[in-house]
């Protein structure tokens, strides 16, 4: 079966230091990977994708996310956090078969104090 | 260009009442995709829907709840006599297709009283 994990469930960092959100995944094949943002009252924001290529994927905000295939993991980063970075973040995957749903995560509260 | 549009933001509705939620895909996207947001979880799957078809419907429950996505107008999630239960946020999302990735509206927040 298809799974997300993120394993934490609010990471806290300070204002300019770097920031990683964790997100291992469990697919069959290859996987399409996908990290969205979510602020209060509002939809998922589309950050990043890894489809192919480079393991490391770089996004929208100055976010980038590593893909790592032997360990099942897509952690997303950012060198610098910004309070304003503040929101909860969710990792999804999906098969590599055209127009199949996304299956996320539980979600991670980001929180960057100043 | 226009983003995923759903309506209402915000619906209250008693127990056995109709809901009905409505989505606008992105222009040129003829891919939509129902998910729900409990309180504390994250998105499940629902239903996901191109132009008249329904393609993939294993995350709707068997019962009261429908969608469809006619040839022409939004997509709609129509749930019928609702129960407490029901109350969550409900996200639309939209693609072209292929790999690209999904683009969401803000969501209609449902409330069963």
């Known amino acids: 079966a298809q799974s997300v994990a993120q394993p934490e469930d609010q990471v806290n960092v300070a204002e300019g230091n770097p920031l990683t959100v964790k997100c291992t995944y469990s697919?069959?094949?290859?996987?399409?990977l996908f990290w969205y943002v979510q602020y209060p009252n509002r939809g998922l924001q589309f950050l990043l994708k890894?489809?192919?290529?480079?393991?490391l994927v770089k996004g929208s905000y100055g976010f980038e996310a590593e893909f790592n295939k032997s360990q099942t993991s897509f952690h997303l980063k950012k060198p610098s956090a910004l309070v304003s970075d503040s929101a909860l973040y969710f990792c999804?995957?999906?098969?590599?078969?055209?127009?199949?749903?996304?299956?996320f995560g539980k979600g991670t509260t980001l929180s960057v104090s100043s | 260009n226009a983003g995923v549009m759903q309506n209402p933001r915000h619906l209250v509705r008693r127990r056995g009442q109709e809901a009905r939620l409505r989505c606008s895909p992105m222009?040129?996207?003829?891919?939509v995709y129902w998910y729900r947001q409990l309180p504390e979880e994250g998105l499940k799957f629902m239903v996901y829907?191109?132009?008249?078809?329904?393609?993939?419907e294993s995350g709707m429950p068997k019962e009261r709840f429908s969608a469809e996505f006619p040839k022409e107008g939004p997509s709609i999630l129509r749930i019928q006599q609702v129960v407490r239960g029901d109350s969550a946020a409900y996200f639309c999302?939209?693609?072209?297709?292929?790999?690209?990735?999904?683009?969401f509206g803000d969501g209609t927040r449902l409330s069963i009283l």
């Open positions: 999302a939209s693609s072209p297709g292929g790999a690209q990735p999904q683009h």
């Open positions: 697919v069959s094949g290859n996987p399409y």
């Open positions: 890894y489809i192919t290529g480079d393991n």
């Open positions: 999804a995957v999906r098969q590599n078969q055209a127009g199949t749903a996304l299956i």
């Open positions: 222009k040129g996207h003829s891919h």
């Open positions: 829907l191109q132009k008249e078809n329904i393609i993939d």
